[in-house]
Each structure stands twice: as C-alpha cells, then as structure tokens.
C-alpha cells in the first residue's frame, strides 16, 4: 500500500502565502505524476496542480501565476507554495500521486493523501 501524508494547511489573510507538503511512503517502483486538488463546500473537486515526473507542471487558470507546483524526486514529496492567497481559494487540499508498483508494469495506480485544510480570511 501507498500512503500520502498532506500538511501544511491553516488559517492565512488573503494576500498572504502557504506552502503545504504531501509525502508518499510504501511499496512502489515509482511515482509518475503528482497533483494537488481541492474541494471546497458544495464544490466539485478540482485539479489545482499537476506535475510530472520530469518535471512539467501544468495549472488551473484561477490559480496560475500565484501558485507553484514543485516535487523532491529522492524524497516523494511534492509541494504547492501559494501566494496572494484569495478567499476563493478556501478549500480542503488533497495530495494525489499516480504510481507504478513494479518496472515491468506500464500500469498506474494512484493514491490520495487526507487532505488539509486552508482558509483564507478577508
């Protein structure tokens, strides 16, 4: 089984910056791509941040530009540093990795941390 531990989450005034963290841990051969949702109340869940295992990123347009997507290949941990944080951007945080369990398999499969909350105060 794989395990992802989101954290970083917390009460921030809009304008302000977090940074949360999201580690894997467990059996796999390797993970491929790693991605930050989010859900807020009465909301469909929705993807935030994707980043590859090369390294390509890719962002939602309401976050671009003010969130940053990064991940540490040797440690299984990807992260999302937000700045000028809106109140729109409220909402549970959900880690997500899409993984290989053996070498010879071209077959992924994924895995979600808890999720951690933000709240952005006016």
């Known amino acids: 089984q794989v395990q992802l531990v989101d954290s970083g989450g917390g009460l921030v005034q809009a304008g302000g910056s977090l940074r949360l963290s999201c580690a894997a841990s467990?059996?796999?051969?390797?993970?491929?791509?790693m991605a930050w949702y989010r859900q807020a109340p009465g909301k469909e869940r929705e993807l935030v941040a994707h980043?590859?295992?090369?390294?390509?990123?890719n962002y939602a347009d309401s976050v671009k530009g003010r969130f940053t997507i990064s991940r540490d290949n040797a440690k299984n941990t990807v992260y999302l540093e937000m700045n000028s944080l809106k109140t729109e951007d409220t909402a549970v945080y959900y880690c997500h990795a899409e993984f290989r369990r053996r070498w010879y398999e071209t077959s992924r499969y994924d895995s979600w941390g808890q999720g951690t909350q933000v709240t952005v105060s006016s």
């Open positions: 467990g059996s796999m051969f390797s993970i491929s791509a």
């Open positions: 980043i590859t295992s090369g390294g390509s990123t």
